[in-house]
Each structure stands twice: as structure tokens, then as C-alpha cells.
T-cell receptor, first 113, second 112 residues
Framework: NAGVTQTPKFQVLKTGQSMTLQCAQDMNHEYMSWYRQDPGMGLRLIHYSVGAGITDQGEVPNGYNVSRSTTEDFPLRLLSAAPSQTSVYFC????????????FGDGTRLSIL | DQQVKQNSPSLSVQEGRISILNCDYTNSMFDYFLWYKKYPAEGPTFLISISSIKDKNEDGRFTVFLNKSAKHLSLHIVPSQPGDSAVYFCAASGSNDYKLSFGAGTTVTVRA
């Protein structure tokens, strides 16, 4: 049971570098989302998608891009990393029918120097 | 402006006693509430949920209570066990809205 898989688990970047955080789920969930977790602030929604080809912004979208070409994958792109993007990033997925919980991956810890 | 608030950053409880975690929300459109548990270096794991048509939901040692008029919910863990030591997040969403709003979390430590 893979569930939601995130790669890499850890990454260190220099300011201005770009990178893509990968997220894949094998549960055929329509809804996928990205959160960042910062101390004292809980999890904040960055971007989300309700199906392939459909994406929308969450609470803190600036500096991040997403795309959803397949049901399984939902990558998060940092085009020009900034120290303020140092955080732990979580990907989650759920079905869109009824009240159902989101299932989370184990996160990517990202440091921007 | 945070719509879900967990005002207690930490809670210490003796093994075998009750743990009570509290959560307040401000958005009256929220109608589905969840609690997640998180261990270090792992993702949040779903624990228990409640919809606004109920005021209580129980699952083993975990019970969630919802007071809609006060916009308040609580999680009771009875009895508390060492494996319950973790960060607990309260979350909420509205009707036909898949987005979750999270509280800042409460770190629970169960003492032997």
C-alpha cells in the first residue's frame, strides 16, 4: 500500500535555484493538494487540483506552480527559490464524493540557503 | 486570519488519564471537522472526524465533541497511552469544499 508518495524527502537549495517536488498517489483520488508546514502556523494550502487538467490556488500560492496532467501525479515547482520557502511540504489526496479525509504523504523537508 | 485555532500549543498528561484537546473556529460555513495526528518526520494521519449534523463521534479511545453554537470542538483520548505522544491538528472544511483549514497544532506528551 503505497498511498501518497513524495520525493525527495530532503533537499537543500541555494537562493534562485529551481526544483520540482514530486507527489504521486495510487488510490485513484481526484483531489490532490500541496501544503506547507511552518512552526506555529499549522498547515497552509498552496495549490490544489480536483482532477487532471484542473488546478487552483490556495492560501499561499506565490512562488509556486503546479500542473496536473494525470490523475496520479501532482508536482509542485519552485521557479526561483527564496529563503522564505524553507519549510516542510506535504502532498495530500482524497476522493471528491462525500465527506472524506485527505491522505498525506510523509513530506519533503526543504531548506533554501 | 486563521479560521481554525488551537490555543494550547502543548499538553502533558499522565498515562491512563484523559487528554482533552480543544479547537475553535470562526467560519460558520464549516460543516466537516477532522483531527489528524502527526509523528516527527511523518505525514499527518487521519484520526477521527465529525460532521455538523452530529455533536459527538466515537472511535475506540477517541471521541470528538462538536458545539456548533460556540464554534468549538474537542478531542478526548481515554485512556492516554505513551504512543499517543504526537502533534494533533484540528482541521475544518465547508460544504462542497475540499480545502482544509488547519489549526496550529497541539503537542501531546504522555508521561509514564
Amino acid at each position: 500500500n503505497a498511498g501518497v508518495t513524495q520525493t525527495p524527502k530532503f533537499q537543500v537549495l541555494k537562493t534562485g535555484q529551481s526544483m520540482t517536488l514530486q507527489c504521486a498517489q495510487d488510490m485513484n483520488h481526484e483531489y490532490m493538494s500541496w501544503y506547507r508546514q511552518d512552526p506555529g502556523m499549522g498547515l497552509r494550502l498552496i495549490h490544489y487540483s480536483v482532477g487532471a487538467g484542473i488546478t487552483d490556488q490556495g492560501e499561499v500560492p506565490n512562488g509556486y506552480n503546479v500542473s496536473r496532467s494525470t490523475t496520479e501525479d501532482f508536482p509542485l515547482r519552485l521557479l526561483s527559490a527564496a529563503p522564505s520557502q524553507t519549510s516542510v511540504y506535504f502532498c495530500a489526496s482524497r476522493v471528491v464524493v462525500g465527506n472524506q479525509p485527505q491522505h498525506f504523504g510523509d513530506g519533503t523537508r526543504l531548506s533554501i540557503l | 486570519d486563521q479560521q481554525v485555532k488551537q490555543n494550547s500549543p502543548s499538553l502533558s498528561v499522565q498515562e491512563g488519564r484523559i487528554s482533552i484537546l480543544n479547537c475553535d473556529y470562526t467560519n460558520s460555513m464549516f460543516d466537516y471537522f477532522l483531527w489528524y495526528k502527526k509523528y516527527p518526520a511523518e505525514g499527518p494521519t487521519f484520526l477521527i472526524s465529525i460532521s455538523s449534523i452530529k455533536d459527538k463521534n466515537e472511535d475506540g479511545r477517541f471521541t470528538v465533541f462538536l458545539n456548533k453554537s460556540a464554534k468549538h470542538l474537542s478531542l478526548h483520548i481515554v485512556p492516554s497511552q505513551p504512543g499517543d505522544s504526537a502533534v494533533y491538528f484540528c482541521a475544518a472544511s465547508g460544504s462542497n469544499d475540499y480545502k482544509l483549514s488547519f489549526g496550529a497544532g497541539t503537542t501531546v506528551t504522555v508521561r509514564a
